[in-house]
């Protein structure tokens, strides 16, 4: 009734329409914040109709990744609800361009383990495949396609750059389906 109201203030026509429903359940925000920070991000896309996604600004790391040979982009989000902690295939919106990666959300307990060195809040970091370039400053939207696996420990770099090479290739075998494209593009109007 009050869009209603400031519709006809404004010369706007404002229609009702019926809440959105699955399962007899009306599909709400308060719904998908709940399955996404429980890392259901799957049934939250379901519900959307299209990938999780986060925005965010790229910020400067501590150039870790670059000196492993695998630079990523640290993202500073601007939602409150992120996924949990883990090992992502995502598709990356890079000023419209489409890029696949692997994005992990954490503590890098590889490095930073020792309870002197904890981090309090988890990094956010996506590497993204085929990219060249700086993306520092910029706005990105990231897609969360799957899980890959949960962060953890690795005795040394050696077996964390292991473990990234294979996570590089499940996400390509992920991310390979040009549905999941479609839905992002639709969405993006792209």
Request: aromatic share 8%.
């Amino acid at each position: 009734d009050t869009f209603k109201k400031i519709g006809e203030l404004y010369d706007v026509e404002v229609c009702r329409i019926q809440a959105v429903r699955k399962n007899g359940k009306i599909v709400s925000s308060t719904w998908l914040r709940r399955l996404i920070a429980d890392g259901k991000i799957k049934k939250a896309g379901e519900l959307l109709r299209r990938p999780v996604s986060v925005l965010g600004t790229v910020v400067r790391g501590d150039d870790r990744g670059k000196r492993l040979g695998i630079p990523t982009a640290n993202v500073d989000p601007h939602q409150e609800v992120i996924p949990l902690p883990g090992v992502y295939a995502v598709k990356v919106d890079v000023d419209g361009r489409i890029y696949d990666g692997v994005l992990n959300i954490g503590f890098r307990p590889t490095f930073y383990g020792r309870s002197s060195k904890k981090r309090k809040e988890p990094d956010i970091e996506v590497h993204l495949l085929g990219f060249t370039g700086h993306l520092y400053g910029r706005l990105i939207e990231i897609f969360f396609i799957e899980k890959l696996r949960r962060e953890k420990r690795f005795r040394n770099e050696a077996a964390l750059l292991r473990q990234i090479g294979v996570d590089k290739e499940r996400a390509k075998a992920v991310l390979g389906s040009p549905a999941i494209l479609r839905r992002i593009k639709r969405y993006k109007n792209i």
